[in-house]
């Protein structure tokens, strides 16, 4: 007769199995809370109380009609601690007797093949991922469970919040806290191609506005050439086109600061692009900009 597993045992099954379907259908630890869980836990502890109980009936019935060698190797087997049953179970060797009632009648070179049962433990890992196996499948099928679309979509989202939440927490840019950042440049050129293509053209080229890829400038406010072009763009110029970007509230600060950037790239990081390469001509004096 086998020795039966305890029920804390059962019970401690139970409720990783109860973590495991939980986990996998709300996708978050937030079930610990949810008065349904701890429901389901304690219905299935009382049912593995139950289950254990008609096990211990069934066993003092089986127990009453073994022989008296019969019940004293039980008895004896039952004093081992579960657990070291259980380790010996899985690595279990078998005594050279009993190797030879599993010989099978045939071998080569004179190496002879026994007919061993796979180990416990193989097993058990075996229908452990088969269980789970069933499990993840119907979670990812019928739930937004392990969806690479879904959690992409939740961590752009909470990506997008994290970044509005910093900008709002940041202080407005201003001439005074602006500086010049090769990271910002790239950003600066989307800002440059959504306002400002269609008067300095492509490049900063120049059309109807100045280029602004030389060192002629009409306009030179401030001492250096970043600070010039966010004065510039913040302020606008009277009596042209340039219109006061940043305070008519259509750029922030911090798009001033990303698009003078940009400029400052294409003037001082690039060769100028003359007008015999389709720039336009000088316009303004030469600039003689400090140094940052």
């Known amino acids: 007769m086998k020795q039966r597993t305890p029920v804390f045992v059962n019970i401690a099954i139970i409720i990783g199995l109860l973590i495991i379907f939980y986990y996998l259908f709300v996708q978050s ?3 610990f809370k949810s008065p349904y869980f701890w429901g389901t836990v304690v219905i299935g502890s009382i049912m593995a109380y139950i289950h254990s109980a008609l096990g211990d009936l ?4 089986k127990f009453k009609k073994l022989s008296d060698e019969e019940k004293a190797a039980y008895l004896a087997e039952k004093k081992v601690p579960y657990f070291q049953r259980l380790y010996a179970a899985a ?3 078998q005594s050279d007797t009993q ?3 599993i010989l099978i009648d045939h071998g080569f070179d004179g190496i002879m093949e026994l007919d061993n049962q796979l180990p416990k433990w193989w097993v058990g890992l075996f229908w452990f991922g088969t269980a789970f196996m069933v499990l993840y499948i119907s979670a990812y099928a019928f739930t937004d469970f392990a969806s690479p679309l879904k959690e992409y979509e939740v961590e752009y989202r909470e990506q997008e919040a994290s970044v509005a939440k910093f900008l709002a927490d940041q202080p407005p840019v201003t001439i005074e806290s602006a500086e010049f950042s090769e990271d910002n440049i790239a950003a600066g050129e989307e800002v440059f191609k959504t306002n400002c293509v269609s008067c300095h053209s492509e490049g900063g080229k120049g059309g109807i506005g100045p280029n602004l890829t030389d060192n002629f400038w009409h306009n030179q406010p401030e001492k250096t050439l970043f600070k010039n072009v966010f004065h510039i763009v913040e ?3 009277t009596g042209t086109a340039m219109q006061a970007w940043g305070k008519n509230g259509v750029l922030t600060g911090n798009d001033i600061q990303n698009v003078a950037a940009y400029v400052y790239s294409i003037n001082q990081m690039k060769k100028p692009i003359t007008p015999a390469e389709g720039g336009a001509p000088p316009y303004g004096d030469e ?5 940052k």
């Open 29 to 31: 630890y937030a079930f």
């Open 58 to 61: 069934v066993e003092n019935n």
């Open 91 to 93: 690595f279990k060797k």
């Open 99 to 101: 190797e030879k009632d």
């Open 235 to 237: 302020n606008g110029v």
């Open 287 to 291: 600039a003689k900009w400090e140094k």
